[in-house]
């Protein structure tokens, strides 16, 4: 089976995530001022040369792409040895990026997906090497953040059997991460004002970063396949229930939502069970509504 449109826009949208994620967007301006050469005072006067934002941000991009893309492939590689029990290893890999999922939709904090690893690089003088060489060093800061949603696309690049589709999987994850990045040392100057308005709605970007990772797990679980429908409906309903959290919600009105989604699919007549056997095609969805329904609470009670 090739490589779906829904999984390239699921990669893209999970390395756009990464990017105006809380553990990476705060420290855009730092690293663009380290291969800049520029201080932030500079930056934000927009005297930096146009031409050295674009080439040194690129440098920096090709560099963690360059250790995505080789990470993908190698998860495609091991794929292939556990291509006799696919069904077994994409259950347990299921079971993994829901965890990851729980995780960054704060319904349950898991310590161990809260470390962090950083690796400096020092340097003095700013070039296109150096500024490859911080990409390199940046693709090991394993965030709490870009740590599962990361882990996640990695999975799925797993469940390929052929090494260009962890590639190709991969590409489109460095390039949601990295087309942003590239357009904010361009317009590093107004990053500053658009950072105080995006910072404001992080609690909505984990929990619609980690709805969609749970919806991706529930799918290889349940064996749906990652280029069905479905994961169209995932992607919907996690920007539904992240715009919803952007005001307070009470238990009293997440109970109030969950029953008006059950009765738009009893009116819909959809059954659970059809001709003795559950639909399977149902049950992750609703499994997925109801993480929505905790996490809107939870990221909603943090605007009280």
């Known amino acids: ?157 797993g469940t390929h059997s052929q090494v260009l589709q962890g590639i190709i999987l991969l590409t489109f994850y460095s390039l949601g991460l990295g087309i942003p990045f590239v357009i904010t040392a361009l317009a590093i100057n107004k990053f500053f004002d658009a950072f105080k308005a995006i910072k404001r709605y992080f609690g909505q970007v984990e929990m619609f970063a980690g709805l969609l990772i749970i919806g991706i797990g529930l799918a290889l679980v349940f064996g749906l396949g990652l280029h069905s429908d479905y994961i169209v409906a995932t992607i919907i309903v996690s920007i539904g229930f992240a715009i919803l959290s952007i005001s307070k919600v009470s238990l009293r009105d997440a109970i109030g939502i969950l029953t008006i989604l059950g009765a738009t699919y009893l009116a819909l007549q959809v059954k659970f069970i059809d001709t003795g056997k559950i639909n399977l095609n149902l049950v992750p969805f609703v499994l997925l509504l109801f993480a929505g329904i905790i996490s809107m609470y939870k990221v909603g009670r943090q605007n009280e």
Request: charged share 10%.
């Open 1 to 157: 089976m090739g490589i779906s449109l829904a999984e390239i826009i699921q990669a893209t949208i999970a390395g756009f995530v990464s990017f105006i994620s809380p553990c990476v967007l705060p420290l855009i301006p730092a690293y663009i001022s380290y291969i800049t050469g520029e201080t932030l005072s500079e930056l934000k006067s927009g005297e930096t040369s146009t031409k050295k934002l674009l080439i040194n941000s690129v440098a920096f991009v090709l560099g963690f792409s360059v250790v995505f893309i080789l990470l993908g492939a190698t998860a495609t590689f091991v794929g292939k040895f556990l291509s006799r029990n696919k069904k077994l290893f994409e259950f347990i890999a299921g079971i993994i990026v829901i965890i990851f999922g729980l995780h960054t939709a704060q319904i349950v904090r898991f310590n161990f997906l809260g470390y962090e690893k950083k690796m400096n690089v020092r340097t003095s003088t700013p070039s296109l090497l150096k500024a490859f060489l911080m990409g390199f060093a940046f693709s090991f800061g394993w965030t709490p953040c870009v740590g599962p949603i990361l882990g996640t696309i990695l999975i799925m690049a």
